[in-house]
Every structure is written in structure tokens, then in C-alpha cells.
């Protein structure tokens, strides 16, 4: 079972309850710092495998600089990134 949120992910305060993140370039890095300090944060109540589908990767680095994640699957060439096809996925380490 999968559920679409529409909501100012900022305020949101739910990430504990999910393990698949499917972001589309959604925000800025400074946004998306944000949010994945709140997905991370939620690692010591809820330890579980999290998983950052992350299409047309804009703001890789932010994700990277975590240290929280690894790359596991990488989509990208001159073409992918384009035609905002690239696609990389993170596993929580």
C-alpha cells in the first residue's frame, strides 16, 4: 500500500510511519536539508530501511552530505539528465 501526501513537507511530522520517499525535484537544497533531517531524526524511534527514489536529482549533494544514505541505483547520461530522466536511489545505511 503506497498514499500521495500533498502537504508542506517543512510542517510535516508523519515521515516515522514511511520507509519509500519519491521525490521529483520537489523543493530546494535548503528545503530538502529539512526534510531529510526530520526523515533522519525519525531513524532513532523507528530504526528501518529507508529508501529515496529521487528523480531529476538537482540537489544529489544535499542527500549525500548526509552521510545517512548510499546510492544503490544511479540512471544518469547526457540524455537522462537532458530529458530530467536521471533517477538515483538511496538506501539509509
Known sequence: MFHIIQADATLFNDYSKY????????FDGGVLKIVLDKIISTLEDNPRKIVIIYKNPLHKRVIEATEHFEEIYNKSSVISKILKQEIIIYESK
Not at 520507509?19 to 520537489?26: E, Q, S, V
Open 19 to 26: 520507509n519509500y520517499f519519491y521525490l521529483y525535484n520537489p
